[in-house]
């Protein structure tokens, strides 16, 4: 049986989302995506397309990823905001994982990709602008639950949420102590418990 019937495509995803993530797309060669997936040229090229079109399916299984981590953190609580400020919290600890990087892999292909690389920027945007909506999602549900204030510019806090994360995560990045990463994700948990209403919400 040939390589190409034999290779997980989940898992030679995986190989492929650390490669991109820790070098980046420019930097990342054929040969480097070769040995990572152990599969030939035309093996890669069969099943993805090119180099663009693994990277595009690689940013799309990280972000999936991410939107399932969310979604499985705020299932355990009752509260959108206190689910919100669980999610937080948890990045406190990232420095602690083991990753290619600590920063967002969508911010960094962000900053990185240029006009010649228009169809992965695209998607890029599409992810980023997917995980903002599920933070407005959240707020809004909140709103509806009468556990924030009904005025509350839902839209605005999600996408202050998602810019706070950014942030969280590139300062993750630096040569930091992984308790001041952990100060900090503290300080944007508590402020969003500070929005939550009294209510009769348990959790």
Known sequence: MSRTALYNRQDALERA????????????????????????PGSIYA?????DGLFQEALEYYARSGLTELERILSNH???????????????GIR????????????????????????????VEMLLAGMETRFIEY??????????????????????LQAEVMGLRAFA???VDSAAVQSLAEDMALSIEAMRLDTTIST
Request: hydrophobic content about 40%; charged content about 30%; some cysteine.
């Open 173 to 175: 990045q630096r040569d």
């Open 96 to 123: 602690e994982k083991d990753l290619p990087s600590r920063a967002c892999m969508l911010v960094k292909s962000l900053l990185e990709l240029g006009a010649r690389e228009q169809a992965a920027l695209q998607k």
């Open 139 to 160: 707020f809004t549900a909140a709103q509806r639950l009468g556990e924030l204030d009904s005025k509350a510019d839902v839209t605005r806090l999600g996408r202050r």
């Open 17 to 40: 989302l650390k490669l991109f993530w820790q070098k980046g797309f420019h930097a990342t060669s054929l040969k480097d995506i070769e040995q990572a997936l152990d599969m030939r």
């Open 47 to 51: 099943a993805f397309g090119s180099k």
């Open 78 to 92: 009752e509260s959108p905001l206190l689910g919100l400020a669980a999610y937080v919290r948890q990045l406190g």
